[in-house]
Nanobody, 116 residues
């Protein structure tokens, strides 16, 4: 079955960095666009970034442009997001997401906490 397992979250000071990973299995990873979505405390889901098949096109929400970088390793079936210059407002649970067979699949998420 489809599985998405996020890791790499933690506590970091403002201005710091985190690198998130999402290990995917149960589907042909290289054939699908992949997404990062976050949920801040007490708020709804927010799309953060997308990457196409092949990884040559990436898209970001305005608030993270120039600070976050989404990437993928199709050989390893893994999605990444490098997050630099982190701000307190980036504090959220970060989920990777894929849509296939008419359904949305999600991991359990990883918490990125930006605080001094």
């Amino acid at each position: 079955q489809v599985q998405l397992v996020e890791s790499g979250g933690g506590l970091v000071q403002p201005g710091g960095s985190l690198r998130l990973s999402c290990a995917a299995s149960g589907f042909t990873f290289s054939s699908y666009w992949m997404y990062w979505v976050r949920q801040a405390p007490g708020k709804g889901l927010e799309w953060v970034a997308s990457i196409n098949t092949g990884g040559d096109n990436t898209y970001y929400t305005d608030s993270v442009k120039g600070r976050f970088t989404i990437s993928r390793d199709d050989a390893k079936g893994t999605l990444f997001m490098q997050m630099n210059s982190l701000k307190p407002e980036d504090t959220a649970v970060y989920y990777c997401n894929v849509g296939l067979r008419g359904m949305d699949f999600w991991g359990k998420g990883t918490l990125g906490n930006v605080s001094s």
